[in-house]
């Protein structure tokens, strides 16, 4: 069974940093692309980046690239999301999800989702 576990969300100031961790079991990172999105109040799904778990690359959605860094530890099996210069836009509950897929730029989730961790960025 695939399960995605987030942690690391809270209160931040403008300007400020957290530190996303994504845990996932049922299945190998090699084998799979796994991702984040997120979802502010009131407004849909955004993409956020997408790891490809057999090279390594990743794609970032725009409103994210130059801050957000996403790596992996493929012994821990868990990924993580670095973000930086954070803005009250940023607000949002962050969600991993696996497979993700990147198609003409655009990213999309996959059938596996967490429940979610969030953040708040406080102006």
């Known amino acids: 069974e695939v399960q995605l576990v987030e942690s690391g969300g809270g209160l931040v100031q403008t300007g400020g940093s957290l530190r996303l961790s994504c845990a996932a079991s049922g299945f190998t990172f090699d ?3 796994i991702g984040w999105f997120r979802q502010a109040p009131g407004k849909g799904r955004e993409e956020v980046s997408c790891l490809n778990g057999g090279d390594g690359h990743t794609d970032y959605g725009d409103p994210v690239k130059g801050r957000f860094t996403m790596s992996s530890d493929n012994a821990k099996n868990t ?3 670095q973000m930086n210069s954070l803005k009250p836009e940023d607000t949002a509950v ?3 999800t696996a497979p993700c897929t990147v198609v003409a730029g655009i990213l999309t989730g996959g059938d596996y989702w967490g429940q979610g961790t969030p ?3 406080s102006s």
């Open 31 to 33: 084998d799979y692309s």
């Open 79 to 81: 990924v993580y999301l």
């Open 94 to 96: 962050y969600y991993c």
């Open 119 to 121: 953040v708040t960025v």
